[in-house]
């Protein structure tokens, strides 16, 4: 908590998935993402009422090298980084003396992202593939006690 009201998360992650190639040499493979980051902030209105947002990035994926006439590299070019914003805003209400019930609205990727997931190459032009914008709203119900 960064004060009474309000929250906050933050992560990182450094990764690296490799392969070894032909040659011998250990280069990407073709799902390494390197970063990705999380970071989330929740910020309460008042007793009842509660919104947040959470930003999502990750690095993009190597390009595939398959029709070119180049041997694979350790550092390939990659495609490009991946981002997208969510917010949620929800209400709840006391039940008894500890218990509470709650409405909760969401929307992931409310930026409309496109995220690329393939990269096709035909005689040495690459060319990638992008799926979206997937935006997902949602409603639910949550309670405790």
């Known amino acids: ?3 009474k009201d309000m929250f906050f998360i933050a992560s990182y992650t450094l990764s690296r998935s490799t392969r070894t190639g032909a040659s011998g040499i250990p280069i990407p493979a073709a799902v390494d993402r390197t970063h990705v980051v999380h970071i ?3 910020y309460e209105f008042n007793k009842h ?3 947040g947002v959470r930003h999502v990035f990750y690095s993009g994926f190597p390009a595939e090298e ?3 006439d180049r ?3 350790p550092n390939p070019q990659r495609t490009r980084p991946f981002y997208r914003l969510d917010f949620r805003v929800s209400r709840r209400w006391n039940v008894g003396k ?3 019930i709650g409405l909760v609205f969401d929307i992931m990727n409310a930026t409309l992202s496109k995220e690329v997931f393939d990269v096709t190459c035909k005689e ?3 060319q990638p593939r992008s799926l979206g914008p997937i935006t997902v709203p949602g ?3 949550e309670g405790g006690f």
């Open 139 to 141: 409603i639910a119900i």
């Open 49 to 51: 009422w509660r919104g």
């Open 71 to 73: 041997p694979p590299s």
């Open 66 to 68: 398959a029709g070119t």
């Open 1 to 3: 908590a960064l004060r």
């Open 124 to 126: 040495g032009i690459c």
């Open 40 to 42: 989330a902030i929740l």
């Open 98 to 100: 500890t218990g509470y």
